[in-house]
């Protein structure tokens, strides 16, 4: 193989594969260099390792310090997620000398973006802006207005990008445009579609949001740490340093990790409790039966050294196991489709904002898949499928004005009055 002596001669295979600005994509003799695939072969494991594990710890120390602080912090954070996720896949088909061509293009990547964001969290959470504004009456018939308007407006901004891109397009350019139109609708979908159900399960309690994510990273980090020092069989060739050994022992960690932390996360009221308006204050409601503990006698078969005799399980703790299980078989799938879809566009990572791990994108590609499944396990098999009283109060309360509200108080009361006098 001849080399490259910068001189414009010959260009090494390395040289001809398309890198992206920002990307550590590395060629393939460069990892035959370091051993080979596997960490275990990896001569350069442990000083990645310490990487790793730096950005680690700061991450989970601001994870837990947002969870501390309640669920608009925690919503807040999964729009910077956002948003960091689409700045990198946006970048990914960008071509700098098309750009150069068409100024102001990218502002209406970012168009849609932010539209589907108003229409996305004004459907999610104008119920709870309803809930938090009730006492003021001028505010509440202002929240009813933009709530009734919402949809109308954000189909109105929809057009006004779609209108754009028409008036957009030039000559020579008109490939590149759609592809870039077409690619930002993809984005749209696949970022939008978690992170709704994500803002969902943090209001129906920061439980059903911390249990799920929690797993995933547990199951990430037990599947790097068996892999690092026992990973001998590959597991899938989309991902050459996925191990056999990691997979199993990451399952078995991620299972037990989510009967364990069931038990300790589903004790306290701020994270089991709904968040039913936009408040921060602290939170207090009767946590249900699945947050109460049932105490269990152990056999009088069980050795007298065994210290504990009688012990507490959650009924909540034998779903955690459902959402464990999903976690350690299901859910990797996700990093494996990210996998391939980085060998298709010859990169090694989405970014590379986090030290170690790459970019965000590359860090949420298993939540993904694990928000959805946990939203709809919990409408499944959580929510009680028979209407409720405060759900018919939410009902009333979003989609009746006041004044409609007052007359439907009035009837009521007239309606109890003549069940009264006629059963007297």
Known sequence: ???????????????????????????????RANGGH????????????????????????GFALIIYMGHLYIWAMVVVIQIFMAKEL??????????????????????FFFTAMLFVYGRILSQRLVNAVTMDKFLYKLVGRLNKYHMVTCY????????????????????????????????????FTQSSFTVANIFEGIFWFLLPASLIVI?????YIFGFFFGKTPLIKLSPKKT???????????????????????RFQWLTCPRKDLSTGWLECDPGSLFKPEYFTVPDWFPVWFPWREFSILPVQWHALCL?????????????????????????????????????????????????????????????????????????????????????????????????????
């Open 219 to 223: 199951n990430d980090i037990a599947a």
């Open 1 to 31: 193989m001849q080399k490259d002596n910068g001189s414009g001669g010959t260009s090494t295979p390395t040289a001809r594969l398309r890198r992206r600005r920002g990307s550590n994509e590395f060629p393939p003799e460069v990892d």
């Open 156 to 191: 109105f901004l929809y057009i006004t990008g779609f209108m754009w891109f028409i008036l957009a397009l030039k000559k020579k350019m008109y490939k590149y445009q759609f592809g870039q139109y077409a690619w930002t609708h993809m984005i749209l979908i696949v970022v």
């Open 38 to 61: 596997l960490l275990v072969n990896d001569n350069t494991k442990y000083k990645s390792m310490l990487i790793r594990t730096y950005s680690t710890v700061w991450m989970i120390g």
């Open 324 to 424: 464990g299980l999903f976690a350690s078989i299901i859910a990797p799938f996700g990093g494996f489709f990210a996998s391939g879809f980085k060998r298709a566009f010859k990169i090694k990572d989405f970014g590379d904002s986090i030290p170690g791990h790459g970019g965000i994108t590359d860090r949420m590609d298993c939540q993904m898949v694990m928000a959805v499944f946990a939203y709809i396990y919990h409408q499944s098999f959580i929510v009680p499928q028979s209407l409720s009283i405060e759900m018919i109060m939410d009902q009333i309360l979003v989609n009746l004005p006041f004044e409609e509200q007052q007359a439907l108080y009035v009837k009521l009361g007239q309606l109890i009055m003549e069940r009264q006098f006629g059963e007297s």
């Open 90 to 111: 946006f970048n990914l088909l960008k071509k700098a000398h098309e750009d150069r061509h068409l100024p102001g293009f990218w502002l209406l990547n970012w168009h």
């Open 244 to 266: 056999w050994e990691g997979f199993i022992g990451a399952s078995f960690t991620t299972m037990i990790s989510a009967f364990l932390m069931a038990n300790i996360l589903g």
